[in-house]
């Protein structure tokens, strides 16, 4: 939808004859509950507008053809929130309105790879890559809803429209023009399709915006038939699974009893788990990448961890801090591993400094040494004489031998990390391996 006609349906709100929506529902609760199930749609619209216009901060992308980032993320990167610095992202925004596309992976050998193909509604539809197809590369062809599945390797995308995003890793500075040549082998081909020019609202615009842009996303994008019972739960907001939207039925005073139930959501956010807490790390939950009806918990991961991975191929956990998630203090603060309970993985795993946003998302830091994560691929890491690895979190450098196991912290305001382990392993998956604790040393 396009945002003059969305401002001028509301421009005659005032004209147009009340309707007792409120008698149908609760439409404050309809409200909260449809700006929650609606927050993917309009992050990923959001996200592919600043990318295929040129406004993604180190993340390019265009529509059917990949966009390169060609250095490891720093704190100038904005466009995704919680970026990782292990790998070079590749992008790509598929439409498959007029066809199929043919997707291109280049031969990794042993090297980390992952693309996922993630629908409208961020639900990962296949990873494709070292863990499902290996390391030789090869075609793959991705069509959409109602297409027919002919061709090399067919995968899916349950939306006709959606996001590829592929990682490679990348081991330190030096290894980036080996990257670079394997970026140059992923390919899309298919049917030219021309950017869109529909403009549709944040997160952060009026109720009613945010509602027509809503509609809009789903006559685009259809939601699945499970979807059913949630869009009657909400019937007196009358958003529709098909994308229907009327908003100069509502009177001012139910326009403010939808601001309500909005602001409600937004405030609900900030409450929302995303995993179970145990030993000091919250570990995600089992449906993370792919949410089914856990509208709150997709709606959480859109705003603080938008392409998400699922459990399988990545495992992403979030500390107790001093607050919350959040640390506070100068430090220095200590996550020791012992020598026998190093992370498993069959991948790589890495620890990963964020400050945060007033809105709750998180973004690499500034330090002097430039160091935004710290892994096992670091190369100035030291065990200890035991055999066991400390890793110190602090604003200011610990000094002596510590220094190699820094992760330098912002230098004021609350901070926060994420632990990663690729391709994490059985033992990791179902419990029986625990992160140690962050601890005040």
Do not use: C
Request: charged content about 20%; cysteine-free; aromatic content about 8%.
């Amino acid at each position: 939808m396009n945002r003059r006609d969305v401002l001028a349906a509301l421009a005659v709100i005032g004209a147009a004859p009340a309707k007792a929506f409120a008698q149908a529902g609760d439409l404050k609760s309809a409200a909260r509950d449809a700006w929650l199930y609606g927050l993917p749609l309009i992050e990923m619209a959001s996200t592919r507008a600043r990318a295929v216009a040129g406004r993604a901060v180190g993340i390019p992308a265009g529509v059917n053809r990949f966009g390169h980032a060609r250095v490891l993320a720093d704190p100038t990167a904005r466009g995704v929130t919680t970026p990782n610095n292990d790998t070079l992202y590749s992008s790509a925004w598929i439409d498959l309105t007029k066809g199929p596309v043919t997707l291109t992976l280049p031969r990794t050998g042993d090297r980390y790879i992952s693309v996922a193909g993630m629908n409208m509604f961020t639900d990962n539809d296949f990873v494709l890559g070292t863990r499902t197809t290996g390391g030789a590369g090869g075609k793959f062809t991705i069509v959409g809803p109602g297409q027919a599945g002919s061709g090399p390797n067919v995968v899916r995308l349950a939306t006709p429209h959606g996001w590829l995003l592929s990682r490679i890793l990348v081991d330190g500075e030096a290894d980036l023009p080996a990257v670079h040549a394997l970026q140059a082998q992923l390919a899309i081909t298919g049917p030219t399709v021309t950017p869109g020019t529909a403009v549709y609202a944040g997160r952060g615009a009026p109720a009613l915006e945010y509602f027509a842009s809503v509609a809009a996303l789903l006559r685009e994008n259809p939601p699945p038939g499970t979807d059913a019972a949630f869009f009657a739960r909400v019937a007196a907001l009358g958003l529709t699974g098909s994308g229907g939207f009327d908003p100069r039925r509502f009177s001012p005073v139910q326009v403010a009893e939808i601001e309500a139930g909005v602001a409600e959501a937004r405030q609900s956010l900030r409450t929302i788990r995303v995993g179970g807490t145990v030993q000091g790390w919250n570990y995600p939950r089992s449906n993370l990448g792919f949410y089914g009806q856990d509208y709150a918990l997709r709606a959480a991961v859109a705003l603080g961890g938008l392409a998400a991975l699922p459990g399988a191929e990545a495992m992403y956990m979030n500390p107790v801090g001093d607050q919350g998630r959040m640390f506070t203090g100068a430090g220095p603060y200590v996550m020791r591993f012992a020598a026998d309970r190093m992370p498993p993985v069959d991948g790589f795993w890495s620890l990963t400094m964020y400050e945060a946003t007033p809105e709750g998302q998180f973004f690499l830091t500034e330090n002097p040494i430039r160091r935004y994560a710290i892994g096992d691929r670091t190369r100035t890491l030291k065990k200890n004489a035991d055999g066991s690895l400390d890793l110190w979190i602090a604003r200011t450098d610990p000094g002596g031998d510590r220094t190699g196991n820094w992760l330098p912290a912002p230098a004021q305001g609350p901070f926060t990390v994420s632990f990663r382990a690729y391709l994490p392993r059985p033992e990791l998956m179902d419990g029986r391996y625990r992160l140690p604790p962050i601890t005040a040393a």
